[in-house]
C-alpha cells in the first residue's frame, strides 16, 4: 500500500507484513543473517511495544502479523527501523563472511538511489491491515504454510524461523510470540 493510503488507516493497528531481499537474494539461507534479523525485531519490539501474532523468515523475504501501538509509533516507524538497522548488520556479517557477490549484488541496486552505497530490503514493505478473525487466521496460515508449500521441510514446526513452533510446540525460543489472540 503506498504512503498516502497509510495516512488513512492510522485507527488501524494489526497488520500483515511482507519485506523483501532486492533482487530476491536468499541471504536468510544463512542462520547468522536469521538471528541478526531476530535480533533487530526483538530490539524493536522492545522499544516499539508492539505485538508479534506470527512470523516467518523465508529466503529471500519476511512476513509476520503484528499489532502496532500508536503511542509508540506506527507500522511505518517500526518497519523502517527494522530495514535499516538489519540491513546494515546482515551487510556486515556478508563482508566479514566474504559474500562479495551478495555485497556487489546490494551496491548495484543502491546505484539506482541517490547518497546510497549499498541497498539491502526492496524500496517498500507491503501490508494488509488485518479487519476481522477470519482475515488473521487466514494471515497466520499462510505464513505457518510457506515453507512447506516452498520445499523447505515437511510440517511447519520444523521450520526454525517460524511462528509455527510457537503455536504447535509451545517453542518461543528463536522469537516470542502472542499466541492467544482475538480480534478487537
Request: no cysteine; hydrophobic share 35%; glycine share 6%.
Given at each position: 500500500?503506498?504512503?498516502?493510503?497509510?495516512?488513512?488507516?492510522?485507527?488501524?493497528?494489526?497488520?500483515?507484513?511482507?519485506?523483501?531481499?532486492?533482487?530476491?537474494?536468499?541471504?536468510?539461507?544463512?542462520?547468522k543473517c536469521c538471528d541478526i534479523l531476530i535480533r533487530n525485531i526483538r530490539y524493536y519490539r522492545d522499544r516499539y511495544r508492539f505485538l508479534i501474532f506470527g512470523f516467518v523468515i523465508m529466503p529471500t523475504h519476511f512476513h509476520w502479523l503484528l499489532e502496532v501501538n500508536p503511542s509508540y509509533g506506527t507500522l511505518s516507524d517500526v518497519m523502517r527501523d527494522i530495514k535499516k538497522h538489519s540491513a546494515w548488520d546482515i551487510m556486515d556479517e556478508l563482508q566479514q563472511a566474504g559474500d562479495r557477490g551478495c555485497l556487489k549484488r546490494f551496491a548495484k541496486a543502491a546505484a539506482r538511489t541517490a547518497g546510497q552505497k549499498r541497498k539491502f530490503w526492496m524500496k517498500r514493505f507491503d501490508d494488509a491491515y488485518i479487519r476481522?478473525?477470519?482475515?488473521?487466521?487466514?494471515?497466520?496460515?499462510?505464513?505457518?504454510?510457506?515453507p512447506v508449500k516452498a520445499g523447505l521441510v515437511d510440517l511447519p514446526e520444523?521450520?526454525?524461523?517460524?511462528?509455527?513452533?510457537?503455536?504447535?510446540?509451545?517453542?518461543?525460543?528463536?522469537l516470542d510470540v502472542v499466541t492467544e489472540w482475538q480480534f478487537k
Open positions: 500500500m503506498g504512503r498516502r493510503g497509510r495516512l488513512s488507516l492510522v485507527h488501524y493497528t494489526r497488520f500483515f507484513v511482507t519485506t523483501t531481499v532486492v533482487d530476491f537474494l536468499p541471504v536468510f539461507n544463512s542462520q476481522n478473525d477470519d482475515m488473521f487466521g487466514s494471515r497466520l496460515d499462510y505464513i505457518h504454510s510457506n520444523n521450520y526454525i524461523y517460524s511462528s509455527a513452533r510457537n503455536y504447535i510446540l509451545g517453542d518461543h525460543s528463536v
